[in-house]
């Protein structure tokens, strides 16, 4: 009987700096069978197509790579949107929400019917904002909606914390929750090295000049790569993979995550465990007076600019529909 393959595909849709590096990162660490590329510019399309191909050949990663339509990627085990336009030097992540919220929408028109079943993970920016209307568009359950989130942010907390105390990153547990954005905040009061709290394993943790430091480094890094490369691709490449693969695989691993906050009305990150069902369980964090403040204000910030945004896609559709019937007169 000839061998049946289980087929498991990720569509990332945009192969601009973030999707190629992702797509690449799926290769190396295989997470899938297939990767889907989409992507409207066409020779670059087949140009990453053929230049990721080739690395799949040496060493047999057992991945295909190949190029598809946004309805193709709506039956994909999972879909990373990383489409759409990207901050150049000193602008802020919301400043490019009317370009992406407008993407975002053809998008979801162009990817139906999707499977049920499908994840879908936000990268673009601003990703908080496109993650809630992701939801919305989708039509699937907000367990399966999520973004990358402050994931990264935290990743490059617990490198610059692992510096500070001599202790390999992976030995820190400490996250940065709120907005991938100008109001994220560090959850000090539950961070540790191992299990020891991180007031003790590192006193000087505690100085309030340390901590607007680290957050300002925090806050700062994708500002300070994109004004000396024009991107960021490698750190947001590996979290984007490690996120798909605890999907894949099952893997029930906790991460801080973007996702619908009943109580607060925006998506925002906070720590859950993600698997093949997406966000299966939010876990609970003990915040300090001043984080939970902190949160507060992040809502608050974010329902403000999502307010803003609804108005803009409701005129948006109305224009969409009304084009649709000039062509049908
Ligand atoms: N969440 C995070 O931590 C991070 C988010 N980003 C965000 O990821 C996004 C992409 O960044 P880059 O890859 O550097 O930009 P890029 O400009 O290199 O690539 C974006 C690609 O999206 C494509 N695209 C546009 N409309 C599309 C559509 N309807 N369907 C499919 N593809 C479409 C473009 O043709 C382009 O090739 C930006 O919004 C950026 O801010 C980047 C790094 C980290
Ligand atoms: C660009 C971006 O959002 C980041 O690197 O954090």
Redesign the pocket.
Known sequence: MPEQKLKTSIAILGCGDVGSTLAYTLILNPVCSEVILVDPKTALLEAQVRDLSDATYRGNTGTRVRAGTHKDAGQADIVVITAGA??KPGES?LSLLSRNLHILSSIFSAMQPISPHTILLLVA?P?DILTYFARKLSGLPESQVIGTGTS??SARLRGILATKADVSPSSIMAYVLGE?GDSQFIAWSSATIGVTPLSMALPSSTDPTFRAEIASHTRG??GS??AAKG??AY??GNMAASICKYIMYDQLTVRPLSFYQPELGCCLSMPAIIGRKGITRVMPIELDEREKRELEDCANGLRAVIEGAEKELEADQELAKALEKDKGA
Do not use: E, P, S, Y
């Open positions: 990207k901050q992540r920016n990703v990264l942010d991938h890094a994708a790569i994109i991107c960021t750190g947001i």
